[in-house]
C-alpha cells in the first residue's frame, strides 16, 4: 500500500493549509494513523495521531491550531492546520499501519510511510 499526501505549499505566518492522504488501495484499512514532520538535519517529530475509536494524540506545539480526522467514506485522511508559524515549516508525512501505541510520540510503531508534502511558512 501506498500513501499519497497533497496539499502542501507555501503560506504567510497565521495563515491554514489541509493536508490530505490517501492509500493506493482504497479498501485498505488501519486502526491507526499519523502525520509527521521532519526538518533537514532534526529529528522526525509527531504531529497528531487519530485512531478507529476517534481518539486523537497531538503534539504540543500544534495542540489548538492543528485538527486531524478521517473521511471514512473515502478513506482519506486530513490535517487542518491554522494559524500557521515559520517553526511549522517542515516536510509532512503521512503514516499508518501500526503495530502498538497510537500516539505521536511511537513513530516507530508505523509501518507505511507516505512521500512527503513540503509546508513552507514564511514571516
Known amino acids: 500500500v501506498q500513501l499519497m499526501e497533497s496539499g502542501g505549499g507555501s503560506v504567510q505566518a497565521g495563515g491554514s493549509l489541509r493536508l490530505s492522504c490517501a492509500p493506493s488501495d482504497v479498501t485498505y484499512r488501519s486502526y491507526c494513523m499519523g502525520w509527521f514532520r521532519q526538518v533537514p538535519e532534526k529529528e522526525r517529530e509527531g504531529v497528531a495521531t487519530?485512531?478507529?475509536?476517534?481518539?486523537?494524540t497531538y503534539a504540543d506545539s500544534v495542540k489548538g491550531r492543528f485538527t486531524i480526522s478521517l473521511d471514512n467514506t473515502k478513506n482519506t485522511l486530513h490535517l487542518q492546520m491554522n494559524s500557521l508559524q515559520p517553526e511549522d515549516t517542515a516536510m509532512y508525512y503521512c503514516?499508518?499501519?501500526?503495530?502498538?501505541?497510537?500516539?505521536?510520540?511511537?513513530?516507530?510503531?508505523?509501518?507505511?510511510w507516505g512521500q512527503g508534502t513540503q509546508v513552507t511558512v514564511s514571516k
Open positions: 487519530i485512531a478507529e475509536s476517534g481518539i486523537t
Open positions: 503514516a499508518s499501519d501500526v503495530v502498538g501505541d497510537c500516539a505521536v510520540e511511537h513513530g516507530e510503531n508505523f509501518g507505511y
